[in-house]
């Protein structure tokens, strides 16, 4: 499978912490890759390295076999790059319609198409359509997350920690729509649920004071208990 | 009847939907037009003409403010930048009126351009703090080149073209410019970058996440802002027919955000409504005391405490509460 996404050695700092320290990270197309590890490994400064809000001292960012490390954020998402991040951080004041079309790089094209998939994924989002995003549900307001960086054709879809906060059924909900996804789109999740990798991850790393310390197999993951007790601190 | 007119709203579309959503505006339009046909007072023109100028220079403080979240502690550069350049051009070369507006528009745009690039890349409290430096010494430009501007006594002699004289084409002149500013107001807050504004007013970051070039958006609305401003004091200043270097002071800025902040930040009518307020309210309060601008400290701190959202977002509030009272009401009995 061809890689779509790759990191090679690369550093991050936040201020004078050193952050990521020497990463190297391949996402193959049309799978779903998960990173773990316990807070503070460096997990969503991976993916904040990616789009350049954190951008690299050191190091390769290539997307599509282009060097993206140089780029500035609204470039790199352009790419073909969507983003859910953690908190969310919808516009309350705006309508989920408002919400989707604002996402939308192609303005002539809020086609049918992708707002019925989208509908079919969060029949919530369909009755919420022209609701102000503020009034939505903690699980609804996830949706509508995903929903927004689903919106357009994007190559890969970055997600931080999309359980964080739900209930368990509604990260049932939220990862039968990242299953739903592998055939549409390549997805690199960042995840601190190891049964919830599980459901959906193809391929896993984990990550451990800014290094990576595990690549593979989530089934083999599973399996390893030493692993998880070292660097997940559970084990499933 | 409620539910009749509802239905009736749903069914209009285009032109006459349109009509019918700014139909208080209209009804107040046609009241500006016929004012002048039935009074004579000089007075009360003047006072309005002061209400349509600083109605634009609302809109254009709420286009950066209540609409995009900037906050500019020297909006009164535009304004004063308006005025002197204009006034100079007009009494010191005699530069025609109409060769002037794209002289001071050209000028506005080359400012906000400069200073959005050279500001906005930071931090938004650059912006703030840079357009008050700026303004403030160009307020002491004004007022130690006594050889050009008059100094602190200030620069007469500025009259508008004959076209615009007497005083009541003058009030039709600048009610004209208030209706152009508002439907474009209205045009683009409503249009696919007003949502782009509101976007990064309320999460900056996220804009960008989505892939939006937030620096540009942001320069676009202090060139509109300030174009908006500098035309404002240009015509200000030739309603006044008089210069001085308070139109660059921080109280020219205060003025226009005490307007956004009584109207209602980032509403359609706030701006209005806010000048129809504090104008007419400033020239009342200066002619029984001194200490008014103390006074307006006060209503200004009652309203940021008991309508923190200014007075259009509170009393629609309220409407809409009394609404749902009577329906409630209605359908009990």
């Known amino acids: ?236 | 009847m409620a539910m009749n007119q509802v239905n009736l709203e749903e069914k209009m579309t285009g032109i006459p939907a349109a009509l019918w959503r700014y139909k208080y505006g209209l009804i107040l339009l046609v009241l500006f037009l016929i004012y002048p046909l039935v009074t004579p007072s000089i007075y009360h023109l003047s006072l309005l003409i002061e209400v349509f100028i600083f109605t634009v220079f609302a809109i254009s403080y709420n286009l950066m403010l209540g609409y995009t979240g900037i906050i500019s502690l020297g909006h009164a550069l535009f304004f004063g930048m308006g005025g002197y350049v204009g006034g100079l051009l007009m009494v010191e070369a005699d530069y025609p009126f109409l060769l002037i507006i794209p002289i001071i528009v050209l000028i506005a745009i080359a400012l906000s351009v400069i200073i959005g690039f050279l500001t906005l890349r930071v931090r938004a409290i650059f912006f703030a703090m840079v357009t008050m430096a700026i303004a403030t010494f160009f307020w002491i430009v004004a007022q130690r080149w006594t050889d050009m501007t008059g100094g602190d006594d200030g620069m007469g002699g500025i009259i508008p073209p004959d076209l615009l004289l007497p005083r009541e084409n003058y009030y039709y002149f600048t009610l004209i410019f208030m209706v152009l500013a508002y439907l474009f107001f209205i045009r683009f807050v409503n249009s696919p970058t007003g949502r782009i504004l509101e976007a990064i007013r309320e999460n900056e970051e996220r804009t960008r996440h989505l892939g939006y070039n937030v620096l540009n958006f942001k320069i676009i609305v202090i060139v509109i802002a300030g174009i908006m401003a500098t035309l404002s004091g240009f015509f200000y200043t030739l309603s006044m027919r008089f210069l001085h270097p308070s139109y660059l002071d921080v109280d020219t800025t205060l003025d226009a955000l005490l307007m956004t902040v009584i109207g209602g930040m980032g509403t359609i009518t706030g701006p209005f409504i806010g000048a129809v307020v504090v104008k007419p309210l400033e020239h009342v309060m200066s002619t029984y005391t001194e200490h008014w601008l103390l006074i307006f400290g006060i209503i200004y701190v009652l309203i940021v405490l008991f309508l923190p959202k200014g007075l259009v977002p509170s009393l629609k509030d309220q409407a809409d509460r009394l609404r749902l009272l009577g329906r409630k009401l209605l359908s009990k009995n």
């Not at chain 1, 009034?135 to 994007?154: E, F, H, V, Y």
């Not at chain 1, 990242?178 to 459901?199: C, D, F, I, R």
């Not at chain 1, 390893?224 to 499933?236: A, H, I, P, S």
Request: glycine residues 8%; hydrophobic residues 40%; aromatic residues 6%.
């Open chain 1, 1 to 236: 499978m061809k890689n779509l996404l790759e990191l090679e050695n690369v550093h991050t700092y936040i201020g004078q912490y050193h952050i990521l320290q020497g990463i190297s990270m391949e996402v193959p197309e049309g799978a779903v890759t998960v990173i773990l590890g316990r807070n503070g490994a460096g997990k969503t400064t991976t993916l904040e390295t990616i789009l350049g809000i954190k951008p690299p001292s050191k190091g390769t960012v290539r997307f599509k076999g282009e060097d993206i490390h140089k780029l500035s954020l609204h470039n790199i998402v352009k790419k073909g790059i969507g983003y859910v991040p953690e908190d969310k951080r919808l516009f309350g004041t705006l309508t989920v319609e408002e919400n989707l079309r604002l996402a939308e790089r192609n303005k002539q094209d809020f086609h049918r198409e992708r707002r019925e998939l989208i509908w079919d994924l969060f029949p919530d989002l369909k009755r919420a359509w022209k609701r102000p995003a503020s009034t939505l549900s903690g699980g609804q307001q996830q949706m509508l997350s995903i929903a927004r960086a689903m919106i357009n054709d994007n190559s890969i879809m970055l997600i931080d920690e999309p359980s964080m906060g739900l209930a368990p059924k509604l990260v049932q909900e939220v990862m039968s729509a990242v299953e739903q996804m592998k055939g549409l789109t390549t997805v690199l999740m960042v995840e601190q649920n190891l049964k919830v990798a599980e459901s959906v991850a193809d391929r896993c790393y984990i990550l451990d004071n800014g290094m990576i310390v595990y690549s593979g197999d989530i089934k083999e993951l599973v399996k390893d208990e030493e692993l998880q007790n070292n660097y997940l601190g559970v084990t499933v």
